[in-house]
């Protein structure tokens, strides 16, 4: 019940955000929404399956790569379209790739990850006539629920339409993924995170079953990454570049992978700490490592373990 | 026979750890498997489970070979096990864990859009293992939270929930205190008929355990079987008594 007021007064605030909040702030929330979807989808893996992807950039790219392609290089400007394909992509690059990588689990599943996003960075990167090399490739304006809004000022696009677009991919995303979790299958996964000897003797098969979050995962990261480009206007290859799956991880971990919305606040709190940093430092990285640190040794779980530790706190 | 073992051998490396063990399951049975350290218990458990293949011999399970299928195969088949070492999902709840072995027999798991929750078959499926072992009191306790032998108890009765043909326990009453030990055993005899269990093959050092419950006993020493009989033969076997129980354990 606390937990559903919560979230209602939370999806509320997200949606009077550009009522009362300035222009620039509320064009931060694009990519907040884009990566809280990437990251509710990583997550399946991370925290409910215990698999840490470092190449989910993969998927971020091959999903705003399909918004780009799709939008410069045939007629479609749906959105819908856009997501629906990328989401296939995604599944259709995520099934050979995971038949791999499921087969390994910790250091070696990351580092396969790794290297088949290496992999697609190079392809983007070389195959110039199909990709646009290190340029990337424009993103046109997509329609939003059949609608051609090409007269609204970009400004007035993003914040108005695109921001409640986004706003409801990622509500019908988190709803999804909440009755994944909560589904038989979300708890066969949980077996498999904590006990694979254990789970395989009960007849549930660690591979199949990781095989399946993965391309779950992978299907999120690229309805995420093809939210990443209309914003933008633009795709590089930057989007699958490793440091960017360190990125989505790091998300992860800031805003806690123990629990379902952590890395969704970490999503929010990354977003505008970057942009705060940017600001102020040129060396933003270097405060990211030691904000990385810090949680990690301070705050295992994250800034919503700590939440729900003062929480409880205040409760007892 | 539902379970045979016939002519087994297992050599790792240079080392022989079974030699020609044949050994069969039979209908109603609770088959005790008893022997010292180095007999070949934990490699013969290992074959019967199909978790190793043999390097001679073969193993089958209600007719069908079952040489290195996998435990998750197996447990389809309906051949469930529990292990010496406790094993446990440490974060989720002993309800939980319950429901992951009800989900697992019925076929459930990837149902990605089913509410758990709302399938009242896995509910109730789980809800009365959790009785049957005593352990709904501690239903929603993580299972890292729960004591030695509850944990024991947990590892058991998951594999109960599986409702398999037969169970292989290996050292059920391990970690469990000596004055809890006949109280595991009531239980685990009471769920075996409960749930319609065709046999049951247990891995058992404490020889009250194995002589007060056991229908047959097969003695292992240096990978060969010693002895094979009911528990009056076994206690009246001079080789047995020298090499595996010693005299006092028989008294």
């Known amino acids: 019940m606390k937990r559903a007021v919560v979230l209602t007064a939370a999806t509320a605030a997200v949606a009077a955000a550009p009522l009362v909040v300035g222009t620039y702030y509320v064009l931060l929330m694009l990519p907040f929404m884009a990566y809280a979807v990437v990251l509710l989808g990583l997550n399946l893996l991370f925290g409910y399956t215990g698999l840490v992807s470092f190449g989910h950039a993969l998927f971020v790219g091959i999903g705003a790569y399909t918004g780009a392609f799709i939008t410069s290089r045939t007629t479609i400007r749906s959105l819908e379209v856009i997501l629906l394909a990328a989401a296939a992509l995604g599944a259709l690059a995520a099934a050979p790739v995971g038949a791999i990588c499921v087969r390994h689990v910790k250091i070696y599943f990351g580092m396969l990850t790794l290297a088949f996003g290496m992999v697609f960075y190079t392809f983007l990167l070389k195959f110039y006539r199909l990709t646009g090399g290190d340029e990337g490739m424009p993103v046109l304006r997509p329609f939003l629920l059949g609608r051609d809004l090409g007269a609204t000022a970009k400004i007035d696009y993003l914040a108005g339409p695109y921001y409640y677009y986004s706003l409801g991919v990622l509500v019908l995303a988190a709803a999804v993924m909440w009755r994944i979790v909560h589904s038989p299958f979300g708890l066969c996964l949980r077996t498999i995170r904590d006990n694979p000897l254990k789970a395989e003797t009960l007849g549930v098969s660690a591979i199949r079953y990781r095989w399946w979050a993965f391309v779950i995962s992978a299907v999120y990261a690229a309805v995420g990454g093809a939210l990443l480009g209309p914003p933008t206007g633009n795709v590089d290859p930057t989007l699958a570049y490793w440091t960017h799956s360190g990125n989505i991880v790091f998300m992860t971990l800031l805003g806690g992978f123990a629990h379902f919305f952590g890395p969704v606040l970490g999503a929010l709190v990354f977003i505008y700490l970057q942009d705060f940093v940017m600001s102020v430092v040129p060396y933003w990285r270097l405060v990211f490592g030691a904000v990385l640190a810090a949680v990690v040794i301070f705050a295992p779980g994250g800034l919503m373990g700590l939440l729900v530790r003062r929480g409880r706190a205040a409760g007892a | ?251």
């Open chain 2, 1 to 251: 026979m539902i379970l045979r073992a016939e002519g087994v051998r297992k050599v790792y490396g240079g080392f022989c750890a079974l030699d020609g063990v044949s050994l069969d399951v039979r209908e109603g049975e609770f088959l005790s498997i008893i022997g010292p350290n180095g007999a070949g218990k934990s490699t013969l458990v290992n074959l019967l489970t199909g978790v190793l293949r043999p390097t001679e011999g073969t193993v089958r399970f209600k007719d069908r070979d079952i040489a290195g299928i996998g435990p998750v195969a197996l447990a389809r088949l309906g051949l469930a096990r529990s292990f010496q070492l406790v094993q446990v999902f440490p974060d989720l709840t002993v309800l939980e864990t319950l429901q992951a072995a009800v989900v697992s027999r019925l076929g459930r798991g990837l149902r990605l859009f089913a509410s758990l929750r709302g399938d009242r078959e896995v509910q109730a499926g789980a809800l009365e293992v959790a009785e049957l072992f005593g352990l709904a009191d501690r239903r929603d306790a993580l299972a890292r939270h729960l004591s030695q032998g509850d944990k024991k108890l947990l590892d058991v009765a998951s594999a109960f929930a599986l409702r398999p043909e037969v169970i292989l326990l290996d050292e059920p009453t391990s970690g469990v205190s000596t004055a809890d030990k006949t109280a595991v055993m009531e239980i685990l005899v009471a769920a075996g008929r409960r749930i319609g269990l065709r046999a049951i093959v247990q891995v058992e050092h404490d020889m009250d355990i194995v002589f007060g419950y056991s229908d047959r006993i097969v003695a292992l020493h240096q990978g060969r079987v010693l002895a094979d009989g009911p528990p009056a033969a076994i206690r009246a076997d001079e080789r047995v008594l020298d090499m595996v129980i010693g005299r006092r354990g028989a008294g």
